[in-house]
């Protein structure tokens, strides 16, 4: 292309050294020929030959040409051969050939002087198409921002009429107020773009009128315009003197307009005034094209299936919806939408199908035109939400009938658990007192086991029931290992079986037993579900945790096919307790859905979904982490990791029967509302030899401290009694004295436990029945750690 472009550049060279010779030649040929011939012959004719060739190098050289030419002329009848015609014959013929100079010269530069015009028109129309060209390619690329592409038309705009500054502006009705939203401006002469606030529709004599008439409104000086009267201010502020203000054809206040502006007068000339109605359009059609293509994309976004069709079936459009479904529901792979087989006789109509298990819901709309709207939905998934919804709300009645029965339990088992209490504590002091292997010990020692095997019954109750607050203490995570091993041998079959590995130290965590049992036990059998019909192998093990494991899984973010659960706390040692399998792994897309609550993949009859979702639970109860490695084809490996309590170091429990342990001289008010109890308690307390009184009234207990804060050490209250609940009087004493120890005791509250008593102030929480010996064993601990 270079080449061929200095190739033509040099071919016009040699041609315009030809053409310039031959002027050269022939200006000297003419005058040697008007000066030799003798007077008569020529007389300074045929010169406008040779000025018709100078018209090659413009109209410079044509009006050189002309002026040599006329100084040749007149100084040839000076030094031309006379031939005797008079001098004045002379003179009027050299005065014709000056004529025919002037005229042949005035004609050249008519015709460079069009030839000028036409080839700048030809160069504006050139650079109009270009821009528009350039706008129409680089508006309507879609993928590039909105905001680039309007960027784009202004900035075109403005170099091709070569103004100041070119906007697009919209018009709007903002509460009921006509309005121009100026959307973008580029100002040529600062090289930014910028916007302005919305202002008000130009409410000008005439000019709504006029652009709504011709698509376009242009002011030379905008002062002196009655058109732009109200606009002054705004047009000093933006130095703007002349201005065209393009709409699109079919003018639409909807559309975008476009706005061209020079700082000073301007004479607006039709094609200037054409490029910007043009311009316009191209700026209506990419708005158009942005809309309807948002549109489009809103309508593939939606789950619900939409195509357009003709009368005769023909399909006009089809969103992504459709396409799927016709896939799924259709025939011909696709290719046929799926459709009553009735025609459409009214103006809309509803039909259902149904195919291989799968209903489907057509809506057709006849619209203008004569073509026809359809909408299809899968309701396959909403009516099994309505036929579930139906079985939910019997479960629904269910739970609450198994409401109100665990309410029921609990009141009971208050009730029931004070009675117990009271028998187990006089029980016991005839079994301590009556002769050993006497029928009456015998007798007494027969009540404690039906009294203790009536408080197993109260607990499965309230376990039953639900209605139990769970209680977290320190656990081997050892011990719960060898608990599962039995319970998951029963899972095991021919084809799956369970590994495990424990370490030889204790791990010692801080939680629920029952809980913990459960989540082993539910990851055993979410392992080997995953494994069942492909055979392999279930790993649990457990370790200390490695902390530049955690470090790394704390830091940096979880792969494409992890997920973690969770945070890790700094400055806490963690250990782990891992399930792994070798089978076929989690596809990516349900990774993020596995814990939620009913979601499955073995079918509603094999499972109910809610297995990971309790592991889930218990995870964020017990404040562990949780890490999940599943990439597809290599298995899945379930990691939590759980803070550990107190070091390495399990609580060692109090013993029950060392008597050294269990003694005691502090004074001690019992306060229960159930005589028998409150008696059983404070007669067991002064075996112990702690100095125990009781009353049965906590307003009574609380005025008793008021008056002598110093006459007890230790306060031992129940927690539901008429007046005043425990958790009530405990802070009362607490704010009295200080120092004073609280054990506070409940049947049942499903709102109460050790937790929730902590934070009323008590130092130790039992659940009842519980015997003067259990709450002296930890009590003797409290008192060994405060002295």
Known sequence: MIASRQGSATRVRAMDIAVGAFLAAGFIAMFVCDTSLPRGYMDGLGYGAVIALSSRFGTRAVIASAALASILVLSGAIVGIDAGITVLGTWINRAFAILEIAVVTGVLLHRLELTQYIEARNRDARKFQNALTDAVREGLQSEKPIVERIHRVTELGAEALQADMCAVIKASAVNGLATVKVIDVWDIRKGVHFSVPDIQMDTSPGYKELLERQQYVCSEDVAKSPLHVARQELHRRLGICAALTAAPMGYDRGL????????????????????????????????????????????????????????????????????????????????????PDEPLLADQDVHTLARAGRELEISRLRVPGGEILTSMSDVTERNSALAERRRLEARLQQASK????????????????????????????????????????????????AARRGSQLVEQTLAFANTQAVDFTNINLNDLLEQGQEALGDLASTDVQFVMHKPPCPLIVKGNAVQIGQLITNLGKNARDALEGMGGHVVISAALADSAEIERLHKGPPGPDERLVGDFEHDRQYCLLRVADDGPGIEAGLLDRIFEPFFTTKGRHRGTGLGLAVVHGVVKSHRAVM??????????????????????????????????????????????????????????????????????????????????????DVLITDELMPGMRGMELIPATKRIKPDLKTVLCTGHSANTNKYTAQLAGADLFFYKPVSAAEISARLRQVLARTK
């Open 627 to 712: 890490h999940v490695r599943a990439p597809v084809g290599k298995g899945a490996v379930f990691t939590i990791y759980f803070p550990l309590a107190l070091g390495l170091q399990a609580a060692a429990p109090a013993s029950v029967t060392d008597d050294q342990n269990l003694k005691g001289s502090e004074r001690v008010l019992v306060v229960d509302d159930e005589p028998d109890v409150a008696d059983a308690l404070t007669i067991g307390l002064e075996r112990l030899g702690y100095r125990a009184v009781s009353v049965n009234d906590p307003v009574e207990a609380l005025a008793a401290i008021t008056e002598d804060p110093e006459a007890f």
């Open 256 to 339: 975008p307009m476009l706005v061209f502006a020079y700082g000073g007068v301007h004479h607006w000339t039709e094609d200037e005034i054409a490029f910007g109605r043009s311009l316009a359009n191209v700026v209506a059609i990419q708005s158009t094209a942005i809309r309807a293509d948002q549109m489009l994309r809103t309508l593939d976004l939606i789950g619900i299936g939409v195509y357009v069709s003709s009368p005769i079936g023909e399909i006009r459009y089809s969103n992504r919806a459709a396409v799927d479904l016709a896939r799924e529901f259709g025939s011909n792979d696709g290719a046929e939408f799926p459709a």
């Open 402 to 449: 198994m409401e109100a029965i665990g309410q029921l339990a609990g009141g009971v088992a208050h009730d029931f658990n004070n009675i117990l209490g009271s028998i187990l504590g006089f029980a016991g002091f005839l079994a301590e007192d009556l002769p050993a292997g006497s029928p009456s010990q015998n007798h007494a020692l027969r009540i404690l086991r």
